[in-house]
């Protein structure tokens, strides 16, 4: 049987890249339909289903540097959409498996990204998955785009009562509608515990960070965990913690881009902990892995609430503040009423 292009070479330093690029992707990728914890990247599922499903071409060094070229080309996010390359990556497919449409089956389909890529790729496609959520992440994914997000036209009045013709994605109209349904329905419970601030900033996310006492005997501190103190870090953006000490308490300030100047000798990357060895901010002592473990074990670890993600809820990105005494009522507000949501639900479902 002659070996697909996949058993003989692939880029995998430059799919790689294109990866780790996607990470930073949100508009349009599937990531943002819902959280899912093995989540493959689009781009080496593209390119690793691709280069299975083509043989391994010649020892022509031409032949092998164009395909390998077009691999790296198919696997860019820019491309994922692009007719051109995906018509080429269809017809490739098509003629090496003698025209008929390959069949591919994931039995571990997850959040979707192979049967995703396979479909785009023109093949059939059987996703299997037990787990009830990534289900419905693959129903949404693959299933109901195809069946209800077909365009259709709309008769519909302008503002003179004159009739036009317009074109309508039926999904994407239900999704909106829905989803902002719910958004509003949400904002009638729970807004109170969305308080917008005096320049109408409204808090979308609170930075907690774990704590446990220090063991030095004379400090006794409270230990901020963390592995580092970054809020942002992206290639226009990186937003720091930067930690002081005043007394025996650490504080905090918001250092980086749109913030005070981040200063020269700190490492945002250094954070208090590393594999359970934790070390004081303010005496320097080192807690062992062993100790931090006992002291959550003896419910002797906290929690402290540091900072507060913002959104002005125009497209403008995320802003971020220090977290304040009137932030911590508003969660314990907020935690009184699940608790009494919580017990209500339980007496009328049981």
């Not at 890249?17 to 689009?42: C, M, Q």
């Not at 729970?190 to 917008?196: L, N, R, S, T, V």
């Not at 995320?318 to 009184?336: G, I, N, P, S």
């Amino acid at each position: 049987m002659k070996k697909t292009f996949i058993e003989v070479s692939f880029p995998v330093k430059e799919v790689s890249e294109e990866s780790a690029r996607e990470k930073n992707i949100r508009h349009g990728h599937i990531s943002t339909l819902h959280i899912w914890w093995a989540r493959r990247p689009l781009a080496s599922s593209r390119a690793t289903s691709y280069a299975a499903l083509i043989p391994a071409v010649s020892e022509d060094p031409t032949e092998w540097n164009k395909k390998w070229q077009f691999l790296i080309k198919l696997s860019k996010w820019e491309n994922s959409l692009n007719p051109v390359v995906i018509e080429k990556a269809r017809k490739d497919i098509l003629e090496a498996n003698g025209g008929k449409v390959p069949r591919v089956l994931d039995p571990f389909s997850g959040g979707g990204s192979i049967p995703l890529e396979a479909l785009r790729l023109g093949c059939e496609v059987h996703a299997v998955e037990y787990n009830p959520v990534a289900v419905l992440i693959l129903k949404c994914t693959l299933e109901y785009p195809q069946k209800y997000g077909k365009p259709r036209k709309v008769k519909e009045k302008d503002k003179v009562g004159l009739e036009y013709e317009k074109e309508i994605n039926p999904l994407l109209e239900d999704t909106q509608k829905w989803g902002n349904w719910v958004l509003e329905s949400a904002k009638k419970e729970i807004g109170k515990f969305y308080p917008a601030d005096e320049d109408g900033f409204i808090p979308v996310g609170y930075y907690w960070m774990r704590t446990i006492p220090c063991q030095n005997p004379i400090c006794s501190a409270e230990i901020p965990l963390t592995a580092n103190w970054w809020l942002a870090k992206k290639d226009n953006k990186e937003v720091a913690l930067y930690p002081y000490v005043e007394g025996k308490e650490v504080k905090f300030k918001i250092v980086g881009d749109g913030y005070e100047k981040m200063p020269a000798d700190f490492n945002p990357e250094k954070g208090t902990v590393s594999r359970a060895v934790a070390v004081c901010p303010v005496c320097g002592g080192v807690v062992d892995d062993d100790t931090t473990r006992k002291l959550f074990q003896q419910g002797k670890a906290g929690q402290r609430m540091v900072a507060v993600v913002l959104s002005q809820g125009k497209g403008e990105g995320k802003f971020y503040r220090l977290a304040t005494d009137k932030d911590l009522e508003v969660f314990k507000e907020a935690e009184r009423y699940l608790e009494e949501k919580r017990e209500k639900l339980m007496e009328e479902w049981g």
